[in-house]
């Protein structure tokens, strides 16, 4: 049986972007305030800025933990389990209401493409309370794919 090798591989900012933009699932991770991390499984988006983008509701604690300290971590993940991985550090913001708005409609185009009605969106955004959560990239590590070190491969 052939066995997998674990790989990492180091990027630059345009390929990391390249890599993230077409995957949205991914692991967002504040800090409590007891300083223990606290992770969130989250939707996620490219904007054209190129910061990530996830979309909230005030009151969760990933938005009130990346208000108090903005220093986050996201973990991006290929949809299939064993695909490709990375993790982003950077800076967050929280947007709301009625700033969040625009942003939002940005974010679910990055993600699902058009809305067949924007003005409903964005009053569904509006009735939900809906705000988004910015994060600009600070730093990131490899491409990284799960498996064997490559002492094991034999």
């Not at 990492?8 to 800090?31: G, K, Q, S, W, Y």
């Not at 223990?36 to 800025?49: A, K, L, M, N």
């Not at 990933?62 to 490709?84: E, F, H, M, Q, Y």
């Amino acid at each position: 049986m052939t066995r997998s090798i674990a790989t990492n591989t180091r990027v630059d900012r345009a390929e990391l972007v390249d890599f993230l933009r077409p995957r949205h699932r991914a692991i967002l991770m504040t800090t409590r305030p007891d300083g223990r991390p606290q992770s969130s499984p989250v939707t996620c988006g490219v904007d054209i800025e190129g910061r990530i983008v996830v979309s909230t509701y005030p009151e969760r604690a990933k938005a009130t933990n990346a208000r108090r300290d903005p220093r986050v971590s996201v973990c991006v993940l290929s949809d299939d389990w064993n695909g490709p991985w990375v993790q982003v550090d950077g800076t967050a913001e929280v947007l709301d209401l009625p700033e969040s708005v625009e942003p939002l409609v940005e974010y679910f185009r990055c993600i699902s493409g058009e809305h067949p009605d924007w003005d409903e969106y964005r009053e569904a955004m509006r009735r939900q309370g809906k705000s988004l959560i910015r994060v600009t990239i600070d730093g990131w590590g490899p491409v990284a794919t799960g498996g064997f070190p490559a002492r094991l491969a034999d």
